[in-house]
């Protein structure tokens, strides 16, 4: 992830190692056994328990310069289940390079 991303081609490979963390500007809802540090923990509108985005949109447990999960041991189960390669996982790397 600490590489700069490009454009997507046919041939580019779908790999955490050229994206810059698309999947952590998603909302991400704690569950119950989920136990990240408490300064990454934010309350929604609807008093649930999400991960904390700073201003610039991604998730506070990323690392602005590397653009690595900080908490990878502790990240949340939704975190766990995000596949790589699959199609939400597309659909957001599209999204973010589209708009830069
Ligand atoms: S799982 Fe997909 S969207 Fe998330 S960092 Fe890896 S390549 Fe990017
Ligand atoms: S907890 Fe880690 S993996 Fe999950 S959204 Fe935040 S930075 Fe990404």
Same mark, same amino acid.
């Given at each position: =992830?600490?590489?700069?991303?490009?454009?997507?081609?046919a041939?580019?490979?779908?790999?955490?190692?050229?994206?810059?963390?698309?999947?952590?500007?998603?909302e991400?809802?704690? =569950?119950?056994e989920?136990?990240?540090p408490?300064?990454?923990?934010?309350t929604?509108?609807w008093?649930?328990?999400?991960?904390?985005?700073l201003?610039?949109g991604?998730?506070?447990a990323?690392?602005r310069?590397? =653009?690595?999960? $900080?908490?990878?041991? $502790? $990240?949340?189960?939704?975190?766990?289940?995000?596949?790589?390669?699959e199609?939400?996982?597309?659909?957001? $790397? =599209?999204?973010?390079?589209?708009?830069?």
């Amino acid at each position: =992830m600490s590489t700069p991303a490009g454009p997507l081609t046919a041939a580019a490979a779908i790999t955490c190692a050229t994206c810059r963390a698309c999947c952590c500007r998603l909302e991400v809802i704690l =569950m119950g056994e989920d136990d990240p540090p408490a300064e990454f923990v934010a309350t929604d509108q609807w008093g649930g328990q999400v991960m904390k985005r700073l201003d610039d949109g991604w998730c506070a447990a990323v690392d602005r310069v590397t =653009m690595l999960c $900080r908490i990878y041991e $502790r $990240r949340p189960g939704v975190c766990r289940e995000f596949a790589v390669g699959e199609s939400e996982c597309l659909t957001e $790397r =599209m999204a973010l390079h589209s708009s830069t």
